[in-house]
Nanobody
Framework: QVHLVESGGGLVQAGGSLRLSCAASGSIFSINTMGWYRQVSGKQRELVAKITSGGRSVYADSVWDRFTISRDNAKNTMYLQMNSLKPEDTGVYYC?????????WGQGTQVTVSS
């Protein structure tokens, strides 16, 4: 079992920045890829960025030049630095961790970008 807790969401004006954190606990040694997804009410959850245990990262086309995903294995924490935020970045951001045979999700943190 892996337990994930997100933090760092909030309200920010367009052009501003936020840093999300995802703290992992439990069977953390088994975690492979971690990632961030976001969901807007009425729409499907979509991938924002993901990072492997070796540090390779993948980004959605809409964020690759503004967001940076990172992972501190010593602190069992993953981050998402979000710069130049746009109103369309608004949503609930979920942290996810994959292990062999299962995926775990955090409870989500709300990000609201005002125009």
């Amino acid at each position: 079992q892996v337990h994930l807790v997100e933090s760092g969401g909030g309200l920010v004006q367009a052009g501003g920045s936020l840093r999300l954190s995802c703290a992992a606990s439990g069977s953390i040694f088994s975690i492979n890829t971690m990632g961030w997804y976001r969901q807007v009410s009425g729409k499907q959850r979509e991938l924002v960025a993901k990072i492997t245990s070796g540090g390779r990262s993948v980004y959605a086309d809409s964020v690759w030049d503004r967001f940076t995903i990172s992972r501190d294995n010593a602190k069992n924490t993953m981050y998402l630095q979000m710069n130049s935020l746009k109103p369309e970045d608004t949503g609930v951001y979920y942290c996810t961790a994959s292990v062999t045979g299962a995926n775990y999700w955090g409870q989500g943190t709300q990000v609201t970008v005002s125009s």
